[in-house]
């Protein structure tokens, strides 16, 4: 179920983030600012700057910028290692400026944390990692060579050695954190938009399952009658040639075929269309279909129906939704990939509710990550296999969060729990000793009230 969403989000086909424009963007926004502090401070501050290397150092920037802006289309996007020399190229165009304009006594070598926190936001670790360690090799180079900031009279800009210091260890703490923070955020924001559209694609799949289930059975009503008039003229044929042995012969064929066409079209649909059991079933038959999959995987699944206090006898008629079906399905063979023998799925209803709990006896949800089941891409069962035994299984968290995904847009509550206490022993376990998952719906927003029969029966032409 996973392997075509693993294969989609994996690492390799997440190149290409970065668009050259916006860091072309950036840098003029740079540029600009670079300009104007130079020319303030030797205008206005009458400070004296090495000018010509410093309007060199901004000229670089320039022509890096005019020749990606008039080379590269508009929709280009950078690749890693791309990314990574046009990041290291401003990291070094402004660590050159600071060696020119008084070093850590420049109030605006704080800059140099944004390249760092560029890649950690757009870029993988290893290039953030690099970048990060540059950032603070230049940054203390610079704290010790650069050339001194000195005024119209020839005297030099001092900074206090503790201050200095002082600005050295947060621009480097700065580097780190903001690294971190940006590293983090990003990955969680990335996991999070793989995970919804592996979602979003499963989705999809069941949705046109179901439409294509519809289709199939409103073929099946649709050829009945058809194949029932073939059915009927060729017994009359048979009857009619009964002394044309060959003649008879090809009418039986014909009806042979049509008996055929007839059971080909009965195992792809079971119902006609407009049946109403296309949109609504009862909760039992929903369930059933849902776990139907996982019933020949080796594990008993054990389904029960009660009604829970103050709930009708009569089963719920729910809505055959796809999120629904889908979701479950999930939640379903999670327990069976965790489960040493049983399955146990029980559904109950009162007159506000409808539950589904699902219950296993393998060895449940790690304490540590159990607040953390449904986000995506956290592994969050211990497997009671060697997973060479289960080579499909891909353990990260994706299932569970497609699940609850799912199951949230109809308006269910999930809840994960532990059946039993993890430190008691193997004989101390009662049966239902694993996960247990438990979902809940409001019964106004699954339960359907059924108005009509199986659906409109269209009158015989005579």
């Known amino acids: 179920m996973l392997s075509p969403a693993a294969g989609l989000l994996s690492r390799d086909t997440r190149s290409d983030w970065v668009r ?15 300009l104007a502090a130079i020319t303030v401070a030797d205008r206005y501050y009458e400070m004296q700057l090495p000018l010509g290397l410093c309007y060199l150092a901004v000229g670089a920037s320039i022509i890096a910028n005019l020749i990606s802006a008039f080379v ?70 610079i704290s010790f060579v650069h050339v001194p900031l000195r005024y119209a009279d020839g005297s030099v800009l001092s900074v206090p050695v503790l201050f200095e210091f002082g600005f050295w260890l947060s621009i480097v703490i700065g580097i780190l954190f903001l690294g971190l923070y940006s590293r983090r955020v990003a990955t969680e924001i990335r996991s999070m938009s793989d995970a919804l559209l592996a979602t979003q694609m499963a989705l999809a799949r069941e949705q046109k399952l179901t439409d294509l289930g519809g289709v199939v059975a409103a073929a099946a009503h649709e ?10 003229v060729s017994a009359e044929m048979m009857d009619e ?22 059971d080909i079209l009965h195992s792809m649909g079971r119902v006609g269309k407009d049946d109403l059991h296309m949109r609504t079933v009862p909760l039992a038959m929903l369930v059933t279909e849902a ?25 719920p008629t729910v809505s055959r939704r796809p999120e629904v079906i889908h979701g ?6 999670n327990a069976v990939d965790f489960a040493k023998t049983t399955v146990w799925v029980h559904g109950e209803w009162t007159d506000e509710t409808i539950t589904i709990r699902i219950v296993d006896d393998g060895e449940g949800f790690p304490s540590h990550v159990i607040g953390r089941i449904g986000d995506p891409f956290v592994r969050s069962r211990r497997s009671s296999q060697d997973l060479a035994m289960r080579p499909e299984y891909e353990g990260m968290g994706l299932g569970l969060f497609i699940a609850k995904t799912l199951l949230e847009r109809t308006g269910a509550e999930l809840t ?38 199986l659906g409109q029966n269209e009158p015989i032409q005579v």
């Not at 054990?302 to 009569?314: A, K």
């Not at 022993?425 to 029969?453: C, F």
Request: net charge negative; charged share 20%.
């Open 223 to 232: 050829l009945g009658t058809p194949l029932a008039t073939i059915k009927l």
């Open 72 to 141: 590269f289309p508009e929709n280009k996007r950078l690749s890693e290692t791309e990314a990574m020399l046009t990041l290291l190229f401003d990291l070094s165009q402004l660590s050159f400026l600071l060696y020119l304009t008084g070093g850590l006594a420049n109030p605006f070598a704080l800059l140099i944390l944004a390249p760092v926190t560029i890649s950690a936001s757009a870029l993988e670790l290893r290039t953030t990692l690099f970048l990060g360690s540059l950032s603070i090799i230049f940054i203390t180079l």
């Open 291 to 315: 776990a139907e999959p996982h019933q020949s995987r080796g594990k008993h699944l054990e389904l029960t129906f009660l009604p829970g206090p103050g709930g009708n006898e009569r089963q």
């Open 328 to 333: 479950l399905r999930n939640l379903v063979q």
């Open 241 to 262: 040639l009964e002394g044309q042995p060959e003649l008879q012969e090809d009418a039986r064929l014909i009806r042979e075929q049509a008996d055929r066409c007839r």
């Open 416 to 453: 994960f729990a532990n059946a039993s206490d993890p430190f008691l022993t193997p004989e101390e376990r009662p049966e239902r000793s694993g996960a247990i998952v438990e979902v809940v719906w409001p019964m106004d927003r699954l339960a359907q009230v059924v108005e009509h029969g």
């Open 20 to 34: 050259l424009r916006t860091l072309i963007l950036l840098r003029w926004m740079a540029i600009a600012g670079q």
